[in-house]
């Protein structure tokens, strides 16, 4: 029993040395400074292929890695760049289609967040029913009540947000 232990002692002690020395090599085959190819493929593997001009990986040569599955896409390729274009306010539900300084892009849409009772204030933000939005919040009660007499406000912008806030007040579905 003896020669047995003494046996799986050398054994295990030798496997352990010839581990260490595959795992444990102290020298390295490290790569100089600016000799590494953008590619990750050696020039000379890609000769032997044939693929001299090896085209960069992005979404104007590979549209549909910016698709993540969803009909219709959320996610598409504009300018050599993945967009989502239910948000994106320079591509709002088509590439290019940029949304006006004022409106942001809800779920496709160009919106304006200050007016919208179903984006108030912010995309998806629904005010409840007898409240309008009013300036990006959910205001309670009819609009050309509401104080806008604040002295740090021109007369003549008071008048405006009143006849806007009323004329918003007479067309939402939602009034009280």
Do not use: W
């Given at each position: ?126 005010c409840p029913i007898g409240r309008f939005c009013f300036l990006g919040a959910c205001a309670l009660g009819n609009p050309s009540q ?31």
């Open positions: 029993m003896r020669t047995q232990t003494m046996q799986f002692t050398t054994l295990v002690t030798l496997l352990l040395v010839l581990l260490i020395k595959i795992e444990g090599d102290s020298k390295s085959d490290s790569i100089p400074n600016g000799e590494v190819n953008k590619n990750f493929m050696t020039n000379t593997v890609a000769k032997k292929v044939g693929m001299d001009d090896l085209e960069p990986f992005n979404c104007s040569t590979r549209p549909l890695i910016c698709n993540a599955g969803e009909i219709p896409p959320r996610s598409v390729c504009c300018r050599n760049k993945c967009v989502d274009l239910t948000s994106d306010s320079y591509n709002c539900g088509f590439c290019g289609l940029a949304c006006p300084f004022n409106l942001q892009c809800c779920n496709r849409l160009c919106v304006n967040t200050n007016f919208s009772p179903f984006n108030c204030g912010a995309c998806g933000r629904v509401t104080s806008l007499n604040h002295p740090s406000i021109p007369k003549i912008v008071r008048k405006r947000l009143n006849f806007l806030s009323l004329f918003i007040y007479q067309t939402n579905i939602f009034r009280p």
